[in-house]
């Protein structure tokens, strides 16, 4: 699991980059008074362990969008007989990070780990 915190201005971007390019499988928006919660799923196929990779994305950001959270959870992508994922999990969480910073840093460099 990673989190990465981020200027709450770019809470709509994220969202929509998420919602075009991670959520293949599920995809929920929710707009309350309190702020904004997100969450995507989304399920690709690892060709080098012949199994599924899954990535939950979530959004979350505060009524007053100062700073908004972005956590990502990999999961599968195990195979053979131990079912060994090889790292693939975490290597589909530093994509993303790596994306949403990217996307991030194209307006000014605001964003920072939390873990």
């Known amino acids: ?4 915190a981020f200027d709450g ?3 709509h971007s994220v969202i929509n980059y998420l919602s075009q390019n991670y959520s293949a499988v599920t995809r ?5 008074e ?3 919660m997100a969450i995507f799923i989304h399920e690709e196929y690892v060709f080098r362990t012949g ?3 899954t990535l939950t994305s979530i959004v979350e950001s505060q009524g007053d969008f100062e700073q908004s959270t972005l956590t990502f959870v ?3 992508g195990g195979g053979g007989i131990c079912n060994f994922n090889w790292g693939f999990h975490s290597a589909g969480e530093d994509t993303i990070i790596r994306n949403v910073q990217s996307l991030i840093n194209r307006h000014s460099p605001s964003y920072y780990y939390d873990s």
């Open 28 to 32: 929920k928006v929710l707009n309350t």
């Open 51 to 53: 199994s599924f990779q």
């Open 1 to 4: 699991m990673r989190t990465l």
């Open 34 to 36: 309190q702020g904004i």
């Open 9 to 11: 201005q770019y809470t």
């Open 74 to 76: 990999g999961s599968g």
